[in-house]
């Protein structure tokens, strides 16, 4: 979790809370897609277990 875009831009994986209930997702410290309050933590914990998997493969 980060403060804002300047921060994300430095994550694998990073998200800044917005207004509506939605949060960004930075992938690689850019902004991919949005999410809905809820579901973060399970889409959160997906991620993070994909870039594992990634960094393991190189």
Known sequence: V?????E?????IGITG???NTH????????DHRLKEGDIVEHLVELVEKRVAEIEAE
Do not use: R
């Open 24 to 31: 960004q997702i930075y992938i690689k410290g850019v902004a």
């Open 18 to 20: 917005g207004g509506n």
């Open 2 to 6: 980060v403060n804002g875009p300047g």
């Open 8 to 12: 994300a831009m430095h994550t694998d």
